[in-house]
């Protein structure tokens, strides 16, 4: 009995240890860093806001909110312009809240849904080469 509460407890101190090793490696900004990546829509960007808080909480490093899925409206669709309109709403608010202390890349809408190693690197290139989100009316 006893040798079974040794190995029991062993396997709990190398748990332990791995844990420590981990949570270690989680708070190490040279080791890991969290992107944040949400749309413009309501849940989404508080969603974002809470995971921010609860990793600035825990010591983990987050300086990078991706907002994905940005639609560019053409100029005479109406639902686009609605669309774009609620949108620029949650984006202005997410760009006030962080914008001085975060790195914010805003990535289109896509006509298709991202798959294979060219459609990934296409993707790519948006995160570094970020468009700027059109202003209209």
């Not at 990793?55 to 312009?81: E, G, R, T």
């Not at 459609?119 to 989100?133: C, G, I, Q, S, T």
Request: glycine share 2%; aromatic share 8%; charged share 30%.
């Amino acid at each position: 009995m006893n040798q079974a509460f040794d190995k029991i407890f062993g396997n709990m101190e190398l748990m332990k240890k791995i844990s420590e090793k981990i949570n270690a490696q989680m708070k190490d900004p040279k080791k890991t860093t969290f992107v944040a990546v949400c749309i413009a829509e309501f849940l989404s960007m508080y969603e974002t806001d809470r995971l921010i808080i609860e990793l600035a909480q825990q010591s983990i490093d987050i300086h990078n909110i991706v907002i994905n899925q940005v639609l560019y409206p053409c100029s005479d669709c109406k639902m686009c312009k609605s669309r774009h309109k609620m949108q620029k709403k949650y984006l202005d608010q997410i760009i006030e809240m962080y914008e001085e202390e975060f790195h914010i890349t805003v990535i289109p809408q896509q006509e298709d849904e991202v798959r294979g190693v060219e459609d990934l690197k296409k993707f790519a290139k948006l995160l570094m080469e970020p468009k700027k989100l059109p202003s209209i009316e």
